[in-house]
């Protein structure tokens, strides 16, 4: 069984931070590309970062770049993502995914886990 267990969200003020992190499990994690995609109240789902973890190439939507790091634990086929400046429009549930992932963009392989939810008030 394939588990993806997002946890870490929370609320703060704009201009804050937050640390997300996701376990992956029930996949050889090594072989995989994985990051994250979020769901704004009203919006679809849209990407976020992603990581290689054979070599660590990454990708950020521009929305996030300069703000947000993704990085990657492949002893404990764990990934995070520390995001600093949050802005109200980061307000989202945040789930992570497995995929593909080149520093130009990403694409998932077509399911995420249930997802953390991020709240910035202004």
């Known amino acids: 069984e394939v588990q993806l267990q997002a946890s870490g969200g929370g609320t703060v003020q704009a201009g804050g931070s937050l640390r997300l992190s996701c376990v992956a499990s029930?996949?050889?994690?090594?072989?995989?590309?994985i990051g994250w995609l979020r769901q704004a109240p009203g919006k679809e789902r849209e990407g976020v970062s992603c990581i290689r973890p054979s070599h660590g190439t990454t990708y950020y939507a521009d929305f996030v770049k300069g703000r947000f790091t993704i990085s990657s634990d492949n002893a404990k086929s764990t990934i995070y993502l520390q995001m600093n400046n949050l802005k109200p429009e980061d307000t989202a549930v945040y789930y992570c995914a497995p995929g593909v992932c080149h520093s130009t963009g990403w694409a998932t392989a077509g399911f995420w886990g249930q997802g953390t939810l991020v709240t910035v008030s202004s």
């Open positions: 029930g996949f050889l994690y090594d072989d995989y590309a």
